[in-house]
């Protein structure tokens, strides 16, 4: 359920944290067959908890204090909103469908269109992604920085092992799935009001949109803290990982 705000400091002492939220999930999944053949990527199951994908993802959000969640749905989307229709869901959610392609952009820019509060920053959450880290600290650092956008930022395990070599070129080590030395765009957003504006009608904002709020120093970085669990499910290797991941953690 929604976690509330002490009495001393509820919700309006922290106008800049959102309380509403996007969720796309109109991806087809292709590398996630067979499991897609039937649903969309975010109704896929993770193993061992008998809840798919955007189940986890909507009760993280109500957690943080999302009441209201605008699901955008594309490849068999009939197939998500039943589900979200039986389910008994901690906050209120709408779902928007595409009439046509819209891209990422557009998408985000439609969806937005059907939040409850234009007028009041919002999260962003790509439909395949489970994660959990605390997104009030994120609006914290989106607020204390001015940013029009913020992107949380992952530090993914490279799937391969790696080799450490000398200046001679003797290898002195082999390291199994190290850290990337890269951070990468890790599919969850703080967006402030005006945002919705600025993203095209269609196409991709990370190519429009994104770059041009980062040469105005308006766009932002939230480092996912150490020990916070990240992961993007896009193969059935993913799906494999999460179980052990899960198994692991004894959640």
């Given at each position: 359920m929604t976690t509330a705000e002490p009495a001393a400091h509820g919700p309006h002492s922290y106008?800049?944290?959102?309380?509403?939220?996007v969720v796309l999930a109109g991806g087809q999944g292709s590398r996630l067959r067979p499991y897609t053949d039937d649903r969309p990527k975010p109704m896929v199951e993770i193993p061992g908890t008998g809840t798919p994908i955007i189940g986890h993802q909507l009760s993280w959000l109500a957690e943080e204090g999302v009441t209201d969640a605008v699901v955008s749905c594309g490849h068999l989307a009939e197939v998500l909103q039943e589900w979200l229709?039986?389910?008994?869901?901690?906050?209120?959610?709408?779902?928007?469908?595409?009439?046509?392609?819209?891209?990422?952009?557009?998408?985000?820019?439609?969806?937005?269109?059907?939040?409850?509060?234009?007028?009041?920053?919002?999260?962003?959450?790509?439909?395949?992604?489970?994660?959990r880290f605390s997104l009030r600290e994120m609006a914290d650092f989106h607020h204390e920085r001015e940013a029009t956008a913020t992107l949380a930022l992952a530090r993914p395990r490279i799937p391969w092992g790696a080799v450490?070599?000398?200046?001679?070129?003797?290898?002195?080590?082999?390291?199994?799935?190290?850290?990337?030395?890269?951070?990468?765009?890790?599919?969850?957003?703080?967006?402030?009001?005006?945002?919705?504006?600025?993203?095209?009608?269609?196409?991709?904002?990370?190519?429009?949109?994104?770059?041009?709020?980062?040469?105005?120093?308006?766009?932002?970085g939230f480092p996912i803290p150490q020990g916070a669990y990240w992961r993007a499910i896009d193969t059935a290797k993913d799906l494999t990982e999460a179980a052990k991941e899960l198994a692991a953690q004894g959640r």
């Open positions: 106008p800049h944290r959102p309380t509403q939220a229709d039986q389910a008994d869901l901690p906050l209120r959610v709408t779902t928007v469908v595409e009439t046509e392609p819209l891209g990422r952009g557009g998408g985000l820019k439609y969806a937005a269109a059907h939040l409850p509060h234009p007028d009041r920053p919002w999260y962003a959450t790509n439909g395949d992604i489970w994660t450490e070599t000398n200046a001679f070129g003797h290898i002195t080590d082999f390291i199994e799935a190290p850290p990337s030395p890269y951070l990468i765009n890790a599919g969850v957003y703080v967006f402030s009001p005006e945002f919705a504006s600025l993203l095209p009608a269609t196409g991709d904002h990370e190519r429009t949109t994104f770059p041009r709020l980062a040469r105005a120093k308006r766009l932002a």
